[in-house]
């Protein structure tokens, strides 16, 4: 059964929900804007198809080389169950409820959609390991010709045990995996030039409140940038990037260098952003939108 929502103003700005029994798709003034894959997944829902203002999608789904990466997902190790990986018998797997409490808003100045998820993350055995509500947020604003998305996954022990460790390698976290064209030939850049260590021999990971990537899609330019956020532990947490043999960013919290416990009494709130420009932007421009998503955050 499909829902839909719309809203427009006198100026003809409009953002449409749609949601059937799989995806929640976002339109914003007559474009696509993001979907959101929530049902028919076996192992994690996901962003998996998310547009600059222009209308060009920049996410890839399930990519041959590596199943598991689901355009842009959530994922970490949960007291030792693999919940990022998924060739194992013994992978982990994130069970979510339809989307609900869907609102949107629009104005002369943006336009707005959120969404929240009620995630069961569950072990081979069907056991309950974590917790998770999951909102996300779509924000076009007029004047910074950008699409913004915030995610806030808050994550608790489940009902009975005082607490859970997250753990993982270098990457784990908020992942996003690019269309083909963006592998290889693209250019990062992190705020303040902040240097990067290497790590797995072809990637390197950033103590950066953000990271941008710019590429080719489509034959134009688009830049794509992750946001960390001071409230998160371990701030900045590390961002994972690499350009080859494929593109990819993951903000983290560093848990491949210390595991990180979470106590029943006290839930983990963790906040990023991204943000999404076609053509190329450069550092000061990302700085600005960073800080104002830092303040409205």
Known sequence: MAVATTLADSDNRSVNVNQNDTTLSIEVNGRPALDY????????????????PAGIN??????????????????????????????????????GQKPSNVTTQASDDKTLAAFTQNLAWKDSADQLMLKERRSIELIVEKDLNASLLNWTSTLSPPPGKKSVKLGGSCYFGLGVRFVESMDKVGKMIAADGVKSRSVLGHAWVAPARWMAYTAPVEGKTVTVAIFDHPKNPRFPGGIFHMTKPFAYLSATIGLADKPYKIEAEKPLTLRYGAALWDGEVGPQKIEAVYRLWNKNK
């Open 37 to 52: 894959l929530f049902g028919g997944v076996k192992f994690k829902p996901c962003v998996n198809r998310w547009y600059t």
């Open 58 to 95: 920049i996410l890839r789904d399930a990519p041959h080389d590596h199943l598991h990466h689901h355009a842009l997902m959530f994922a970490v190790a949960v007291d030792g169950v693999n919940f990022w990986e998924e060739h194992s018998p013994k992978a982990g797997k994130e069970i």
